[in-house]
């Protein structure tokens, strides 16, 4: 296999092209708890689960960062780490 910037960063070390994995559990964790400060709008369980929800994403965005399986994963970590700051600061 060539060691391309293309290969290193779209493939994994096993050659595959790898865009999406299945989700880990910080990112299903930010899902459900997103999903359930729809439900629940006010009060300190939203406030809770907001919390939760943004230190879950955190927790998925760092793991890719420093993890990922290819500089395409990495950079989608960081692109959100940075996201979820410019949000917070707004």
């Excluded at 865009?19 to 990112?27: D, F, G, T, V």
């Excluded at 439900?39 to 230190?55: C, E, H, P, Q, S």
């Amino acid at each position: 296999m060539d060691n391309t910037l293309v290969d290193k960063t779209f493939r994994d070390s096993n050659g595959k092209i790898v865009l999406a994995e299945m989700p880990n559990p910080p990112l299903i964790l930010w899902i459900v708890t997103s999903l359930l400060t729809l439900v629940f709008t006010t009060g300190k369980i939203n406030t809770v689960l907001d919390l939760v929800a943004y230190g879950s994403l955190f927790t998925w965005a760092w793991m890719e960062l420093f993890q990922g399986v290819n500089y395409f994963r990495r950079a989608l970590g960081l692109a959100v780490l940075i996201a979820m700051i410019v949000y917070k600061i707004q």
